[in-house]
């Protein structure tokens, strides 16, 4: 068997050689060891896409909708090719290993990352991950499920100890994991946080169950700077400590190999697995590397992203001004800044320079071309902070190229080396030895007057000059270990200047390299906010003129990302007041909500048709036109429940109190916990509409328990509309009666099915056997309770129109 080369190859190694390379020799490569043939395993972020190595503008990558998006698909072959697609990027990188897919929960509507993770329902969440996981890992791409465990929120998330049950850790929040490991994963990453007192990097849980019971045979990595320990956490089941080179291991666990405090044994497999994972993805040169799929023609994968947002966008209301007809829109108003400047992608470690991104105002000018006039309204002001400088308004000072000039400069400020850029943003500097000073110049030729806001991020010492005005000039110490907000969203001061439109103006920013401050230098700048009023009056007379009002929201760079949560959801600026103006003179309003979570939406009622598009990646203009003019019908189904306000949401704690987070709501997370208190949401768990209606007729329930326990429920619907359409029948489980808790009601399965106009179709949907098993605490196992289960099938968590029974024996049968 190929698996036990790496057997063969441990035994070849020396114990300093062995702990040598269980520390990254990079910040995303592990070590090279020739005396057994293993190369530099290469990993990458790559939710939503790729990136590769570099923080670098210039290399550009595909850019998928964010996993809230994949998840509402409820399309795991779909999935399953967007797998395959960041596998051939990172084929096309020279990577590895792929970060990904995050299975952590939306717990809280306010969680910052949660346009990185899928859904809150554990079960779908596995569904999902489990199809991404298999895409990628078909291509001889390793996926990383990740943050093992709990990691649900990012308030303290470094050091917040979330408290949770025995019960509930094993029903709901380990469960995506364990489908993960079902599906083959090769990589698990350990999270930050600790749970129930003991940091991930050094929890029993990585032994048991991830590696005895589930028998996952992969490695286990920590999240980029997790260890901070080595004894304990060497002991633990954690095989390879990131990034590199130094920490703990680097420094510290040979010396604890040699006085026994850590055993042999334990750094021998650790080892074996760091070589099968290399043997997989083709970096041990005693066997071939996996064959590799010839990357497909650029259309075809942008015709893939595309089917992916239409897959995914949401239909949340339409009065049936949905599809809009052509012959009823000479003049089509398209309204809000989201429109011309789309958030395509969350904030974050996880971020890809995408190679190209449709924004919907140029989607729906290029579907109505020749057909209808298409106006614009930018609106009011979002008050998001300012945007990197980029070609757009800016040109490098030395060869008048548009983009930034960027200089290393030695301590006595001579030049080191100079390069061409294309945004104000740079991550990773070039840095060569010497380095002492990072400077990013430009010439900004500024469209409107009046006082601009300039900012610079990082840390150290800062100066910022405008035509030789000084702004900035002070030492902005480091205050934080996150490593996000180090290395990607370094914070920074902001200052103001007076320019005059149309005339150029030199900006130069400098920040000094120090010790453990990073090098991220980000000079950001923005015209004077335009007055609010105003912006709304000229986005209600485009609309007071038009057939239909298309008004695009959403919210900012600064509401969803990585390193913090939220404290509201509200739309930023007055996004509202301007769907309401806009609403309340065109009655052909249709609203798309560009967010990778939920937010408040107090206008719902008002408008004719409410879309959400999430963070639809790079295609999201050309998809959604399709969408608004029929071309294709909206597939989404929602993966998490949006309440009407924050206040009516029933599990919203995401801000530790004396370090703890307590999961107090156990196993009623999501439509469970809405269930459970009774109360109505704006849109439940499973909700979304087509362009054509169904009507569930009946259901069948297989007595017979088939293989493992399992059993089939066959639901016939018909499609009562005038177009082919698409719906997914789901199918939740109820016991009342228990002798344990339970939640209310809880998702079992689905199908999605298709039908022409007036024809029935039938869905069978196999549940599995875990779907009627608790886990006991008391016995440490999965447990069947004989009795009798309700079967509820219908199209979303709150709409469940028919019932069915199963009788279940003492054997699960």
Not at 436 to 456: H, Q
């Amino acid at each position: 068997m190929a698996d036990e080369e790496p057997d063969r190859l441990v035994d070849k190694l020396g114990p300093r050689q062995k702990v040598r390379l269980l520390t990254g020799g990079t910040t995303w490569r592990t070590r090279a060891e020739p005396a057994v043939g293993l190369a530099e395993v290469v990993t990458s972020d790559g939710p939503a896409g790729v990136r590769g190595e570099a923080w670098d503008e210039r290399v550009t990558s595909v850019l998928l909708p964010s996993a809230s998006a994949l998840a509402a698909t409820w399309d795991e072959q779909l999935v399953r090719e967007l797998g395959g697609l960041l596998a051939t990027e990172a084929h096309r990188k020279g990577v590895h290993v792929v970060l990904a897919p995050n299975l952590n929960l939306h717990r809280s509507p306010l969680a910052g990352r949660h346009f990185e993770c899928f859904s809150e329902d554990p079960w779908l969440v596995g569904r999902i991950g489990a199809a991404l996981v298999r895409g990628l890992q078909a291509e001889g791409v390793a996926a990383t499920a990740k943050h093992l465990v709990a990691n649900d929120s990012e308030t303290g998330r470094l050091t917040v100890d979330v408290r949770v049950d025995e019960r509930t850790l094993r029903e709901v929040c380990l469960a995506p994991f364990e489908a993960a490991v079902d599906a083959g994963v090769w990589a698990v990453m350990a999270g930050y946080n600790r749970v129930n007192g003991t940091t991930m990097a050094a929890s029993p849980l990585l032994a048991s169950p991830l590696k005895d019971e589930w028998g996952f045979d992969g490695m286990v990595i920590s999240d980029w700077g997790a260890l901070r320990t080595a004894v304990d956490t060497a002991n633990a089941a954690l095989d390879l400590a990131m990034p590199g080179p130094g920490g703990p291991w680097d420094d510290l666990l040979a010396d604890a190999v040699e006085d026994g405090r850590v055993p042999q044994a334990a750094i021998d497999d650790k080892v074996r697995r760091l070589l099968l994972l290399a043997q997989r993805v083709g970096a041990l040169d005693t066997t071939p590397a996996p064959a590799r799929r010839i990357p497909p023609p650029a259309s075809r994968t942008r015709q893939l992203l595309r089917r992916a947002v239409t897959a995914g966008t949401v239909l949340l209301t339409n009065d049936g001004v949905l599809p809009l007809r052509e012959a009823e829109s000479s003049t089509v108003a398209v309204i809000g800044a989201h429109a011309v400047t789309p958030r395509v992608q969350g904030g974050g470690s996880a971020g890809v320079f995408p190679e190209r991104i449709v924004p919907p105002l140029d989607g729906i000018r290029d579907r109505l071309r020749g057909r209808a006039r298409v106006v614009h309204a930018t609106g009011p002001d979002l008050g998001a902070p300012p945007a990197p400088l980029s070609p757009r308004n800016c040109v490098d000072p030395r060869s008048g190229a548009p983009g930034l000039l960027l200089r290393i400069l030695d301590a006595e400020g001579n030049e080191l080396t100079s390069e061409h850029r294309h945004s104000g943003r740079l991550l990773e500097p070039t840095l060569t030895d010497g380095a002492r000073t990072v400077e990013i110049s430009a010439l900004l030729t500024p469209e409107t007057g009046g006082r601009w806001a300039f900012a610079l991020g990082g840390f150290g010492r800062l100066s910022l000059t405008v035509d030789g005005h000084t702004l900035i000039d002070d030492e902005f110490p480091r205050r934080t270990d996150d490593p996000a907000v180090v290395h990607v969203n370094p914070p920074g001061p902001t200052a103001h200047h007076t320019l005059t439109a149309r005339t150029p103006v030199l900006v130069v920013a400098r920040r000094e390299l120090a010790p453990d401050t990073g090098r991220a230098t980000v000079l950001t700048a923005a015209a004077p906010a335009r007055p609010a009023d105003a912006a709304i009056a000229d986005a209600v007379a485009a609309a007071r003129d038009a057939d239909a009002a298309i008004v695009v929201v959403g919210t900012t760079d600064g509401s969803e990302s990585e390193g913090h949560d939220r404290t509201t959801l509200a739309l930023p600026g007055r996004q509202d007041d301007l769907v309401r103006a806009v609403a309340a003179v065109n009655p052909r309003t249709v609203v798309v909500v560009n967010s990778g979570g939920p937010v408040e939406l107090p206008w719902r009622d008002r408008v004719a048709a409410v879309l959400l598009a999430w963070l639809p990646g790079q295609e999201a203009g050309g998809a959604l036109a399709d969408i608004l003019f029929g071309d294709t019908e909206p597939g989404g189904r929602l993966p998490t429940t949006w309440a009407d306000r924050l206040d009516d949401a029933p599990v919203t704690e995401t801000r530790p109190v004396d370090g703890v987070l307590a999961y107090e709501e156990g196993l009623h997370v999501g439509h469970r916990a809405w269930l459970r208190t009774g109360r109505t949401p704006a849109y439940w768990f499973g909700h979304g509409l087509g362009y054509t209606t169904w009507d569930y007729e009946n259901i069948t329930v297989s007595q017979a328990a088939q293989e493992e326990g399992q059993f089939t429920v066959t639901a016939r619907v018909r499609n009562t509309g005038d177009r082919n359409g698409r719906e997914v029948v789901q199918v939740y489980l109820s016991r009342p009666d228990s002798r344990v808790e339970r939640p209310a009601r809880w998702l079992a399965g689905y199908a999605a099915v298709q039908a022409a106009p007036g024809g029935t179709t039938r869905a069978d949907i196999t549940v599995s056997a875990r779907a009627l098993r608790y886990w006991s605490a008391e016995e440490h196992s999965w447990v069947v309770e004989p009795g009798r289960f309700t079967v509820h099938v219908g199209r979303s968590a709150g709409d469940l129109p028919l019932t069915g029974h199963l009788e279940v024996g003492a054997d699960g049968s």
